[in-house]
């Protein structure tokens, strides 16, 4: 029987980060309630021990009255999700997360999520909210990317810890440019390299979306130009928030909200692989059957900062997406593959 992490009645629990390692499991999540302020949101968090049978009691990480988990994009428009959490090779926890007032916090447990250090603001603040968050980890080296929600050119900012997340360097900007930059997913392959992708609409926010991928060595945060994966997808058609995953072999998984019109909301998923973390992705495909016009569009009407990706070992593939059909029906879907060359 599934076990239900949190269950407070007449509270909103949404968009969750869930982390194995071994037995333990570690769920993360963004549960709607108002503590003060003009946003409700707080990141709760809860593991378990044994595979999954039970979880501990819900623990509110941020405390705070400023919206957390709300990546703002404008005053008046945000998406609920704006949140990460990884677990370390060394089995230490990382957590990060927004708020709709415009910070990024970050915080870490040594020992298995029993306990959590003193948050640490790392960027953002009313004027330039951060937005997005993303996390990625090889042993002492922690990178985590995010974006600025009301830049209408905003760049990706990426900073990273040499401490296992204890300090942080000054944030970079990664491929600074004239369009907006969104949405940044980030993975680390095997020899410590770094891999991000992100989308990009070159006429600002809430226009037509491309996603974009670059890559950088462990030796710091010196990105290549990047590279567009999904660009040319079809005349009107978008690509946005984009989930990236690497397996054992370095092969790399990208997957993406598929737009047919970019003025609508998506319908689909689409995706791409690389065989190496070296070689090029193959042509933009959807997700088969996930785009059919009958299941409505995707779901998540509060937010599309999600990982809907998981890889496992031998190129196993899960993706998992809801649909909703407006006065009929909402579902999610799992559908299943293997790397294919």
Do not use: C
């Amino acid at each position: 029987m599934p076990f239900v992490a949190s269950a407070s009645p007449g509270i909103t629990w949404s968009e969750p980060r869930v982390g194995i390692d071994g037995d333990h499991v570690y769920v993360l999540w963004q549960e709607i309630v108002f503590s003060g302020g003009s946003h409700g949101g707080e990141a709760f968090f809860a593991r378990s021990t044994d595979g999954g049978e039970s979880f501990s009691e819900p623990v509110n990480l941020s405390e705070t009255a400023d919206g957390v988990g709300k990546g703002r994009l404008t005053e008046n428009h945000w998406h609920n999700g704006s949140h990460d959490l990884i677990i370390g090779p060394d089995g230490t926890v990382h957590v990060a997360w927004t708020a709709f007032e415009g910070a990024l916090h970050y915080t870490r447990s040594e020992d298995g999520g029993e306990t959590f250090a003193e948050p640490t603001g790392v960027a953002g603040d009313g004027e330039l909210p951060a937005r997005g968050p993303s996390l990625a980890a090889d042993g002492e080296q922690v990178v985590m990317a995010w974006t600025v929600g009301e830049g209408p050119a905003a760049d990706i900012r990426a900073s990273y810890s040499l401490d296992a997340g204890q300090t942080w360097e000054e944030p970079h900007r990664v491929a600074p440019g004239s369009g907006h930059a969104d949405a940044p997913s980030l993975a680390m392959d095997s020899d410590g390299r770094i891999h991000l992708a992100f989308a990009e609409s070159p006429d600002g926010p809430l226009e037509r979306y491309r996603v974009r991928y670059t890559r950088a060595s462990s030796e710091g945060l010196d990105f290549e130009d990047p590279v567009s994966v999904a660009e040319d997808v079809g005349e009107g058609e978008s690509a946005g928030f984009p989930s990236l995953e690497i397996d054992d072999d370095d092969r790399l998984y990208l997957l993406w909200e598929h737009f047919p019109d970019a003025s609508e909301r998506p319908r689909g998923l689409g995706y791409s692989t690389a065989s190496g973390a070296e070689d090029e992705f193959t042509s933009p495909r959807v997700v088969p059957g996930s785009d059919d016009p009958a299941l409505g569009f995707n779901g998540s009407l509060q937010g599309l900062l999600m990982d809907k990706l998981a890889v496992g070992a031998a190129g196993r593939v899960a993706v998992v997406n809801s649909t909703y059909l407006s006065g009929e029906a909402s579902r999610i879907w799992l559908y299943r593959g293997d790397y294919a060359e």
